[in-house]
């Protein structure tokens, strides 16, 4: 069934209006009167609707069931990843979104080599805020995951380090296991920090460590960038019992 | 520090040569006596050598420790991913090969769009296999996972079914969790099976479980087949102690 995010002010309990962007999507789908879709709040809520009316630019809906929606975590886990070159951090919204998660958020490191300056990486924040968007409706969440930025390396430890559970993955750490991280106690909000092509260095390490994130491992093979949030993730979600 | 896969005609415990496309490689890393690279047999043994010599077309290397590697999976996992469009299963095949995969094989099902005749089939054979040789290199693997096609769903599932732990993913599936799977038996062996674009139609999901393959959820977000067995292999090495 086709979904939509509608923005709140568009919520309806018994008639919605799908316009602009969504309308657009909507024609391309051909819907007609009669064929069901989802209408989402994007915070919990799925409307089930059906199709009354289609005119120019407009697609009228009956709101025929109001239900919670069942895809959201059970835990909100943030991503934090370094700027990375071409379009590995498109590649890993699209995924974490459909893995469940909550934020993705990129930062500067020592040694990424992409900087965007200020201009264009507005423009790159709106453009990954569509793909979530895109991904959160292909893989029917109940939320499209927030795409955001900051501006240095502390700024992103520390915002991490107030997670439940905060872990930050390091090639050379070979002692504590992410396994060991997630079991040491409950948690509700999680933040997985990864670094850029050519990782971490010391100094950052320690720099997490001290704002009180746990340096983990993610086994004997090196990731790439790209890699590491998605198996972390997935594991993740695995972990708290969502698969 | 750099790895190469020689085959085991090429092994010698004291003195090696590195000549074809491992002599090129090293050209573009710019080797020069004295640095340290790795020779692996692809067969679990990694040899520590030290450059000795670089001439025109070949590298040779003296070898100063054997030791095993300990970057392969205590558990051999094979993805059996149904054809895809596009570049999913060479992303698959690289990203399947970091997160430590055994073998991958590609084979058709029913709603497969991708349905490559034998001479385009070997020919993707071939550069699939490469790209599995590269990422093993990247990612310090011990071996380069096996790339294979198999010509019928039958012959995949018939063969899925010989792991200690075979599952079928299914996304109308909602009782059997993966984690309910993995640890209902102790297994060394396992065989991950993901369905096309379309995913897999029911009768397909029937002769899975007849063979033997147990029907599971990966939770109740829709993953792209490129996703979906990343998701599992990651969760899977998780829950057998890797990270």
Redesign the interface.
């Known amino acids: 069934m086709p979904r939509f995010f509608v923005s709140p002010e568009e919520i309806n309990p018994s008639f919605m209006v799908l316009t602009g962007e969504n309308a657009a999507h909507g024609k391309v789908l051909r819907l007609k009167n009669g064929d069901e879709v989802t209408v989402c709040d994007g915070a919990g809520t799925d409307y089930r609707c059906t199709v009354s009316d289609v005119s120019n630019g407009q697609i009228c809906l009956v709101v025929h069931s109001v239900d919670p929606s069942?895809?959201e975590a059970k835990v909100n886990c943030t991503i934090y990843m370094a700027l990375s070159k071409g379009d590995k951090f498109e590649h890993v919204i699209q995924?974490a979104t459909?893995?469940?998660a909550y934020e993705l958020v990129c930062f500067p490191s020592a040694r990424c080599v992409s900087k965007p300056d200020d201009k264009s990486l507005a423009k790159k924040l709106d453009r990954w805020q569509k793909i979530a968007a895109s991904a959160a409706e292909?893989?029917?969440?109940g939320m499209i995951p927030k795409v955001r930025s900051l501006p240095s390396y502390a700024a992103a430890v520390q915002e991490a380090a107030q997670a439940d559970l905060a872990v930050c993955f390091y090639e050379n750490e070979d002692q504590l296991?992410?396994?060991k991280a997630i079991e040491a106690a409950p948690f509700r909000t999680a933040a997985i920090l990864t670094g850029p092509e050519g990782g971490f260095e010391e100094s950052e390490i320690q720099q997490a460590q001290a704002a009180g994130l746990k340096i983990?491992?993610?086994?004997?093979?090196?990731?790439?960038c790209e890699?590491a949030p998605?198996?972390?993730l997935?594991?993740l979600?695995?972990?708290v019992?969502?698969?």
């Open positions: 069942h895809s995924k459909e893995l469940g292909q893989s029917r969440r296991t992410f396994r983990c491992t993610l086994g004997s093979r090196i990731l790439r890699t998605l198996c972390a997935s594991a979600m695995y972990a019992g969502e698969f």
